[in-house]
């Protein structure tokens, strides 16, 4: 009996070994890799030169840690920590940073959501997409077009990033 | 009478013509401090530049770095995080930065003036430990200033390369070489 229960702990030990590297490359497979934040940084930089602005931005992974941060050449100084929360509030609430303005206006229910530390309503965050799945966000700060020209600009980093981690999935 | 009017009207005069070349001069020497006190900071593309050739050093020998790059005060300009790399390596290149920037010197360099028991030439005790509690700086390899005309422009910051915190320093300085052509 004894020999029996020590054969089922081995078998399962075994497959206990043969799940836990593959749970742990789904879990790395899942942040932002410098390369998608270096293609949001790129298109935000095109959105920017078409723009004539020169915006501050922020990149973040789905737990709201810093995968990039970029300050603007004639930035003010709270750009940057403004793109920051702007990307923190898209990848929280899974929603653009202006929709979620609109949706915690004063007044309404929601407005007590504005009390989030971190969060600041206001546009310039855009939750980076790869299907229904928000999987990080960028955050811009500091275009001509004030909060939607900000929204704009993030857009076009997100999807840029988002491509590229589809592209990736398409090759897996 | 007419040589007091001529008189007073030379007078009036002169004191026209010399307020006017006081304020002339005066709007010279305020453009020119304004102009000298602008444009030493490292720009966007130069961080990026410093930022590739760090990270390009430090893959030879597949090493994957958390880059940061300080502007003239410190404050960041721009940093990027390796893959797969902890959270708080963001921080951990940062401050190595800001130390390498606000010191002008690489941190390496920094740690050993800043030791406990660090003496000068003459073998006296310097005692600047003290700046190891400031805040911002790290007491770690791998920081490295970015100098322009004898003033540090900015820093770069290097963690988590697999040579350790000497091949963190290696690759900070093969970044601050990559923009050499424009540091003169």
Known sequence: ?172 | MQKLITGLAVGVVAIFVGSAGFALVQQMTKQFTLQSLGGNDISVEQALLVAQGAVDACKKDNSVITVAVVDHVGGVRFIVRGDGASPEMVDNARRKAYTARTFRQATSAWMERTAMDAKDEKGKLIDLYGQRLLENTIAQKGGMPIIWHNDAIGGVGVAGSKGGEEADEACAKAGVDAIADQLF
């Open chain 1, 1 to 172: 009996m004894s020999h029996m229960s020590l054969m089922l702990k081995a078998a399962a030990a075994a497959v206990v070994l043969m799940i836990a590297p593959q749970v742990a490359q789904a879990q790395s497979s899942s942040g932002i890799t410098s390369e998608q934040a270096m293609a949001a940084l790129r298109a935000v930089q095109a959105y920017a030169k078409n723009d004539g602005s020169d915006p501050s931005l922020a990149v973040i992974d789905r737990d709201g840690n810093t995968v990039l941060l970029l300050a603007g050449n004639n930035a003010a100084p709270h750009n940057l920590g403004l793109a920051q929360r702007k990307a923190f509030t898209a990848n929280q609430f899974k929603m653009k940073s202006i929709e979620w303005r609109d949706r915690t206006k004063p007044g309404t229910p929601q407005a007590s959501e504005r009390e989030t530390p971190n969060a600041i309503p206001l546009g310039g965050g855009v939750p980076i997409m790869v299907g229904n799945e928000v999987i990080g966000a960028v955050g811009v700060s500091g275009t001509k077009g004030g909060q939607e020209g900000d929204t704009a600009g993030a857009q076009a980093g997100a999807d840029a990033a988002a491509a590229l981690v589809k592209r990736l999935q398409a090759q897996n």
